[in-house]
């Protein structure tokens, strides 16, 4: 009996201890109170006038966008956390109610661009001293800060006994990103994924705070992007011509609704390796085609194709077609890829060995430069600044431009070489953040085959990753952000949620604010950081999210699955 | 241009080498044609008046059942392959049109019982000599042969340009399961699943042939079945006591849908380990409840409790809810648990150190046996027989009766003990057939975990399990058959069919008709295998199953993604 009283009692010491709300990720700044108070059934969301007088049509819509999704979150929401009993206090003062959300912006920016302004302040009092219905105010800088305020209010509301509550009450929050680039890839050429998908996506996406959707759009397995100088591409390249094809209305649609919800589309075009979907259409312009069966010559994954980086029609190919690609895109990044190119492709292709005899003083590595500096050239010419993946820094040592970001998806030593040359980067890890990893092998016949990066990433290794480790603090002013990164040999439209959340979510956290506890040096994730993503993963569940559980619901309730 | 035009010759002779359409199982002996039917309009499905003569009411709803189903499949079914260029021809034969598939049984045998006849004949001719509309025949010594050919039967449709076709008639198609338990054991404990996700997967489960849904209903978690004898049970032990439980009267809805679709429902009330919930509302019973935060001496999860088996109480407990528990259930067989019991947890109970100090010849081991016994004995006084998993026969060594069927979950090597022992078994290996392993750590606080039976188990991996591995052929006789497991630490309705499907699915054919060519004693998971699973995965996905995708849609069409 004694046990059993111990029991109880250590429940209840957890109850006390974890009264906390599930802000994810959580602010930067944040102190509340022990109130309670409901939400009016009059609550209003408006502007201040002198807002109002600022925005222009632009801003405008993407403020009311976002007001009209808290009010369907305010109807549509009926969250009850797995830990209601500690959240909600069993007597509500029911003279509280909270009865309007004033918001003011301060300028009219409208462009959502690497650094703009995403603070904002919110203030939730518990009492105020005129007769006016309870006032919350929400104030930002720029529309793109409200949009992250209302998300964080959004988050503060519980349901209980039919009534929404906002527990904890004193708020004053006071928030803004530890990094501009915060982003997550999706690779949409192993599998298609429906404009659908992609836009829910962007909704759960926004709500986690991310702000780039990093749209790896095209690969060896199959070039979904309609041009219309280059028709076949698609029509050829695709795997459907009609029903798995993304058009210039699509990339607007998919631009415009990130856009109302504060986030960037960087697309990617990755050349000149993973092209093989181009051959399909223009084999002329391609070296080492479908490699069959012995493919590991020629590439990491079937199947193998390089653009031939010797012919001038190649040269031809990128200067028609990347200022088409580029003018579907509206953000002033865009991705040109240079990821994992195989030398030998090129070695063993005959007009590359018959060009290079001719021309004794080129090599391949010479070949490459050309082609990727040419192609910054074209991004550049756009008006837009070209990212690469490391490996044209770091194994091929090119002589690009410092005006480029670099993303480094290996090991800090990695990343430490990129930014000690003066580039900016983007991180994310392979031993962190891949989604991917740790789900066997995809190749046909391995029986006991792993992924290649295993393990798993759970959501504990995300969450422990530093953006910064090893760096300066003078390296670190060159990390722009970093992204959590779904490859997708095993994912379609039937895993995706389940792949991406609530994992995304740690790494969400990791770049908006950072570790829990900022004085840690190491990130824990401890009791308190899992009580929180596990309060925020039923959330998402009660958005119709299909977040993967973390743990048996006892241990979400009780927080009493650690290692002793 | 060489290359390419041998890329394209190869494609070619891929097409023609895989014009296999996808059943899954694979049936046991198979001859089929190269026509290609379609389906009349007026296509109707009805079986022979003798038939008619020998059915009772319940066969009678049984195979009604099934005919609706069938039929809801052929007007609602669109499935077109990813290989569908592979499998249908351009020109079809408008006249040959399927205009009747005609059922005849020849026992009315209606118990499902292990061992029940399930075999079936599928004829469909490509021609008639009579005018009378062309008639395909199904003909089982069952009713349940007739379930497991009509799913067989919408397997072999297409449909392609508005039709549904069916390719490669004439079929002969003579079909029996290579073991008679063909099992799925599914945690509803961990984490709840809704009574409409176990008919979800039950339907899923008819599709692929098994034959036995192993509900492991309760654990250490949680208690979600309500019992009238102890009502707290649920009441105090369920995650919720009513929107997360078991009635008796789901449990009845559970073993009809079964039924209907050929499935016994088998299920487990562990003990005396995982009952931690019973905790809830009987610590009195119970040993080590809840020990943290070092709960690592007394379970291999949290949280611990195990029955005290020293108590008269106790067995007063299981003398008063077992035969409840066994009346809500109507198979044969009952689980009685006998999963991982921890000495240490009775070693340190105070009422069981006091009671083997005044009974100097009992022993924990003694008390187990005489526990384990007597709960056995109450199923039999149920007229059922007990399962038992393999750690009371190969860890405590307890000297069990041999009607009971033993269930391992570990090694050849124990298989072998088992049956050499005189048991008849049930296989499925942690290191193969363990639907949970390779998902990281769920402990919270454990950065660098991996799951204890990393790593992940690919579809190669299950489909590579013998399960008489090592065992003589008379030795062999002894394995009724075997499951495939999903425990549920990681797993609620938000991912249970990315869990279990298409990975299930290759545990089913090697369940129902083995590996594919079955001179191989060695089972490889070759092209041929592949194609038709992934055939399979689209189909499933095309019935609405969250079914994860095995490979890049360019692997699944061109079937050349596999290690040199």
């Given at each position: ?210 702000n780039v959707f990093h749209w790896h759009i095209v690969d060896a397995t199959s070039w979904p992007v309609v041009s ?337």
């Amino acid at each position: 009996m004694i046990s059993k009283f111990l029991f109880q009692l250590i429940i209840l010491l957890f109850y006390i201890s974890s009264n906390v709300n599930a802000l994810w990720p959580l602010p930067q700044y944040w102190v509340k109170g022990s109130k309670t108070l409901s939400i009016s059934p009059h609550f209003s969301l408006k502007q201040t006038s002198e807002t109002d007088s600022i925005l222009n049509a632009k801003t405008k819509e993407i403020l009311e966008s976002a007001k009209n999704r808290l009010l369907n979150f305010l109807t549509s929401e009926k969250y009850v956390s797995p830990n209601v009993k500690s959240i909600v206090p069993k007597t509500i003062d029911e003279s509280n109610t909270l009865g309007c959300l004033t918001i003011s912006i301060t300028t009219n920016a409208s462009e959502l661009d690497l650094g703009i302004d995403e603070s904002y302040e919110l203030i939730i009092p518990e009492s105020q001293n005129d007769d006016d219905p309870l006032t919350a105010s929400l104030k930002a800088e720029t529309v793109f800060g409200v949009l992250h305020g209302l998300n964080t209010f959004s988050q503060l509301l519980y349901y209980n006994n039919s009534k929404l509550l906002l527990p904890f009450v004193p708020h004053n929050i006071k928030d803004f990103p530890r990094f501009s680039h915060r982003g997550l890839l999706l690779d949409t050429a192993r599998n298609y994924f429906p404009v659908k998908d992609i836009l829910t996506t962007l909704d759960i996406m926004s709500w986690n705070k991310f702000n780039v959707f990093h749209w790896h759009i095209v690969d060896a397995t199959s070039w979904p992007v309609v041009s219309e100088v280059y028709p076949d591409l698609s029509n050829k390249g695709a795997y459907d011509p009609e029903y798995m094809v993304y058009t210039k209305k699509d990339i607007k649609k998919v631009i415009d609704y990130a856009k109302l919800r504060g986030i960037r589309i960087i697309p990617e075009f990755d050349m000149p390796g993973h092209t093989h979907s181009v051959a399909e259409s223009m084999p002329e312009i391609m070296s080492c085609i479908n490699k069959q069966p012995i493919w590991t010559n020629y590439a990491v994954e079937p199947p193998s194709g390089q653009l031939n980086i010797a012919l001038p029609k190649t040269y031809e190919f990128i200067h028609n077609l990347i200022p088409e690609l580029t003018s579907y895109f509206t953000d002033k990044y865009y991705h040109a890829g240079g990821d994992e190119v195989n030398i030998n492709c090129w070695n063993t292709t005959p007009s590359i060995i018959e060009y290079l005899s001719q021309n004794p003083n080129s090599s391949v590595e010479t070949l490459l430069a050309k082609f990727i500096n040419e192609t910054h050239e074209i991004v550049r010419k756009s008006k837009k600044t070209p990212i690469t993946w490391q490996e044209m820094i770091v194994n091929h040592n090119l002589p690009l431009m410092k005006d480029i970001v670099v993303q480094v998806w290996t090991t800090k030593d990695i990343v430490k070489e990129v930014v000690s040359k003066g580039y900016r980067v983007i991180v994310g890890s392979s031993d962190f953040w891949y989604l991917d990893c740790g789900h066997g092998a995809w190749v046909g016949n391995d029986i006991n085959g792993t992924s290649w990066c295993d393990p798993y990433k759970t959501w504990q290794k995300i969450y422990s990753y530093n953006p910064f480790d090893g760096l300066t603090d003078e390296e670190a002013k060159l990390v722009i952000g970093g992204e959590i990164l779904l490859w997708t040999e095993q994912a379609d439209p039937t895993n995706l949620e389940n792949f991406l959340w609530p994992r995304s979510s740690a790494a969400a956290e990791i770049l908006w604010s950072g570790p829990y506890d900022t004085s840690k040096k190491i990130r824990t994730p401890d009791k308190d950081v899992l009580a929180r993503l596990t309060d925020w993963r039923f959330r998402m569940v009660d958005r119709d999210v299909k977040a993967i559980p973390l743990q048996p619901l006892w241990c979400a309730r009780t927080g009493m699955c650690d290692m002793p």
